[in-house]
């Protein structure tokens, strides 16, 4: 067993009982370990507990010198279901990154409810920001605790069965001898790839944030799970912004906006009537689902 989990562990519980260090732990449930922690700038500001609206300004991304996004400017509507869609490397996931506060904009500016981002509290941030990774991390600990810790002030039994239950894990819990106490391996080992987002889904229904930030996987989930997700983004979405990344045309469809980004750029936005009326690079991509749907399961 790798020393970093039982060090997160050791992180998160501590974290869980005195709250100090609440800010490592939501971090480390919103990101995967090991990642270069990199500098991204925080105030001391309060955040009031509503859906934000977003603005991005300029917002350019670079690793190592290369740049990734480029000159984003883009407003999210407060409590609206945004997508983002574009080729592979785009840079879809680094943008929900940069938005996440997880990676330092190396030029431009984001903007809550008008003001600075730079200018709010870290934990107040990362205390109303549910992030669900492709490959969401999962600690060494019971199924339970896995989505309790999401809750800086914990949760009851009750309330982890209540999101277990929206996240469409349910059955899967039903099966297990020991239920939610079920221990789940380091790294989430024993879980598939589509119940590890389920449980960062279920994490989500009990934290109750006014931001989601949802990045779709891009393969193997069957249709049922598919519906599930779906379900569960627009249960959240009542009471949320959400952002998601989004492969699939369903996704897509459910979103009030859209982000078309290609080589690190926004090429185009608007709806999906509008961009599938105006926009080249949104009809090839659209073209590609379309391939991919009739294709079979050729994701
Ligand atoms: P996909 O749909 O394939 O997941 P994406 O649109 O989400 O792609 P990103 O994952 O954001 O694209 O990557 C955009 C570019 O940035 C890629 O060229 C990638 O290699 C690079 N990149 C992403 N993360 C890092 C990192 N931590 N360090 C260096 N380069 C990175």
Known sequence: LAPEFYQALKELSSA????????????????????????????????????????????????????????ITATIAAGRMVAIVGPSGAGKTTLLRVIAGLVPVTDGQILINGQSRENVREEAWFDQLSYIAQHPYIFSGSIYDNVALANRKGASKREVFKAIEQAGLAELVALLEQG?????????????????QRLALARAFVKQPSLVL?????????????????????????????????????????????????????????THADLEAHSPHYRQLLGLEEVRVEGGRKE
């Open 16 to 71: 869980f009982h005195t709250g100090r260090e609440s800010i490592t732990a939501a971090k480390t449930l919103e990101e995967k370990l090991g990642e270069a922690k990199e500098e991204v700038r925080w105030g001391d500001q309060p955040l009031d507990r509503l859906p934000p609206e977003l603005e991005l300004k300029g917002v350019s991304v670079a690793y190592q010198g290369r740049p990734v996004l480029k000159n």
């Open 214 to 270: 949802f990045d779709e996987p891009t393969k193997g989930l069957d249709l049922k799970t598919e519906q599930i997700l779906l379900q569960s983004m627009s249960q959240l979405a009542k009471t949320a912004t959400v952002i998601t990344v989004a492969h699939r045309l369903h996704t897509v469809k459910q979103a009030d906006w859209i982000l078309v980004l290609d080589q690190g750029e926004v090429v185009a936005q608007g």
């Open 180 to 196: 939610i106490q079920t221990p789940i391996g380091e790294g989430g080992r024993g879980l598939s790839g589509g119940e590890k």
